[in-house]
Structure formats: structure tokens, C-alpha cells
């Protein structure tokens, strides 16, 4: 099995270059596996941990380390979903994907001399529409192995041969599971391509908040639209979706009456348009959407900090 880092040189002797150059691909694949980069990070980490404590004579005998880790990676993080929907029931509140900003303004989490860092681009996520909000919460949806066959064969075009050397099941079974997770995809109507004029009607949706002006809110949203919140449990967030175009305009004002000074940013949303709120500089929430017909049909809001790590202004001059 290749991977998109393969290169021709003797996988006898695999070379540390080889080795680490694998990062980018695997934090790739197990952030669309499990949803949240922290979990991608921790799952790459248990990954590398595995082949340094081979021995040197077996790591030599494997002929593509490329293929071995996305292998070990991709089986840590199956252990990893099925041990998340047991979190996730106890999560307070509702459980959104971890958002991601552009890479251009990725901010790594410590801070070195009073400014914050920029992050390895290895760890960079590619944006495309396989991290799109509505995609990942569809993939939510999935059990582990429609998850798994889907996201390695369907987004990372590996052949059902090689994914099921990876999980352990037959070529007709992981054929099965991809098609059952398309079928979930179809269902939810999941927008597999941007939308025109997207950018402007986030930014008229901005404005209309900004203005409290609850009539045009209700125009911009779709009549059977839903906002979704994740706290966490940490932060103060509605607890259950908030349903229908005048009951989510409401709520966004009552949200601007009792958050004075709340500024709105304009920023990309894993590779979407997207809301940032900042209040004394500190991003508190980050919002996704999605749309349907020229309006606003789902908004994701995150406010849990845990998840917010990447967009932090924490620690900027």
C-alpha cells in the first residue's frame, strides 16, 4: 500500500525524514476519522510512540513504514471512536466537531516570548470539503466502520483491498460499509461543494446581528433552520437546538444584549465562511454554517475553549 508521501527510496532502512514526513497525512486522516485535532494529535502521537518502540531489526523489515503507520493510526483511532460514543453520551450538551481556522491564521497554543507561535505546518489540516461542519457532523452519525471505510477510501482513495488490510474486514464488507455511509451522507443532504455568494450573506447575517435587527435575521435564515451550540459543559451554551428562523433571531439578540462589546469577525470556517466572536480580544466562539436555497440553514456554534485551542489570540502582542 502507498501513501501520498511515498517516496522511492529503500524502505530497508527507513530514514527519520521518511518517517516524520508521514505527520501531515496522518494528522489529515485522523482528524476526518475522529473529528477533533486535540484526539488526531493525541492518536498520531500513540502512533510514532508504536514504531520507535520496535525494534530496529523490525522496523527494517517493514517494507513501507508510510503504509504501517497510516495502518497502526487508522486502528488507534477506530479504539479511539469507539470509546468516544461512550464520552460523547456523557457530554454536556451537544458535541460539534472541532472547528478550524485558515491557515493563515493558525495559532499554535503556547505562547514563546509573549507571542504566540506559528504551528508546524505539519500539523496543519488540508481544507477541503471532506472538513467542511456539515460533512464532519454527518460523520458523526456513522458507526466506527462506515466512518473508517469511507473516510480512507471515499476522501483519501485508498482501494477496498488496502482498506481492508487496515481494519481487518473483506473488500465486499468495506465496500458495504462505504456505500451505507454514502447512503447517510445523501440523507442529510450534506453540501458537497461551496456556495455562491456564501461569503456575502454570512457577512449580511453579521451585520444584521450586529444591528439587532431581528426582521432581516428571520429573512436571512431559513424558515426550518437549526442552531446548534457546544459548551461543553465549561461555558455557558443552549443545551438543546435552537429550531426555526424567529426563534433563533430572538436568541441571537438576547445573546447581544447580554454580551455588550461582542465583536464579530469575519473568518474562514474549516474552508467555509464563517463567524468568529471575540470579546477583549479572546475568541469565545466560532460559528459554521451551512445553506440551503440562498439562506441560512444549520449553525454550529462552538464555545467550548477546549476546542477553540487553534484560534486563540491568547498570549498575541
Known amino acids: 500500500m502507498s501513501t501520498p508521501s511515498e517516496t522511492g527510496q529503500d524502505r530497508a532502512e527507513p530514514g527519520l525524514s521518511a518517517i516524520v514526513g508521514e505527520r501531515r497525512h496522518l494528522i489529515n486522516l485522523a482528524y476526518r476519522l475522529l473529528g477533533s485535532l486535540a484526539e488526531a494529535e493525541d ?11 520496535m525494534p530496529r531489526e523490525r522496523q527494517q523489515a517493514v517494507e513501507s513504514p508510510g503504509a504501517w503507520l497510516t ?16 464520552r460523547r453520551e456523557r457530554y454536556v450538551g451537544a458535541w460539534i466537531p472541532e472547528p478550524l481556522p485558515d491557515r493563515t491564521e493558525w495559532i499554535s497554543g503556547p505562547a514563546v516570548g509573549g507571542r504566540a507561535e506559528p504551528a508546524d505546518p505539519a500539523d496543519r489540516v488540508t481544507l477541503d470539503e471532506s472538513v467542511n461542519m456539515a460533512f464532519l457532523v454527518v460523520l458523526e452519525s456513522m458507526t466506527p466502520a462506515e466512518r473508517v471505510a469511507f473516510i480512507l477510501h471515499d476522501v483519501f482513495r485508498y482501494p477496498f483491498a488496502e ?10 464488507a468495506c465496500r458495504q460499509l462505504a456505500s451505507s455511509a454514502r447512503r447517510r451522507m445523501r440523507a442529510a443532504q450534506a453540501p458537497a461543494a461551496p456556495t455562491a455568494g456564501e461569503a456575502g450573506l454570512v457577512r449580511d447575517f453579521k451585520e444584521a446581528w450586529e444591528a439587532k435587527d431581528i426582521k432581516a435575521l428571520v429573512d436571512l435564515l431559513d424558515p426550518d ?18 429550531e426555526g428562523s424567529e426563534r433563533i433571531a430572538q436568541y441571537l439578540i438576547h445573546i447581544a444584549d447580554k454580551a455588550p462589546g461582542l465583536a464579530l469577525l469575519e473568518r474562514t470556517v474549516n474552508g467555509r465562511p464563517g463567524l468568529v466572536a471575540q470579546r477583549a480580544g ?10 440551503v436555497g440562498g439562506r441560512i440553514a444549520r449553525i454550529w456554534a462552538v464555545r467550548n475553549p477546549e476546542k477553540l485551542r487553534p484560534w486563540t489570540e491568547h498570549g498575541r502582542t
Open 71 to 86: 495502518t497502526v493510526a487508522t486502528r488507534v483511532c477506530l479504539d479511539v471512536l469507539g470509546s468516544a460514543r461512550v
Open 282 to 291: 479572546l475568541t469565545v466562539t466560532v460559528a459554521a454554517f451551512s445553506l
Open 163 to 172: 482498506v481492508a488490510d487496515i481494519v481487518g474486514r473483506t473488500p465486499a
Open 225 to 242: 433552520a437549526t442552531m446548534v451550540a457546544d459548551g461543553g459543559g465549561l461555558v455557558g451554551a443552549v443545551l438543546r437546538p435552537v
Open 43 to 53: 492518536a498520531v502521537q500513540e502512533t510514532y510512540a508504536r514504531w520507535y518502540a
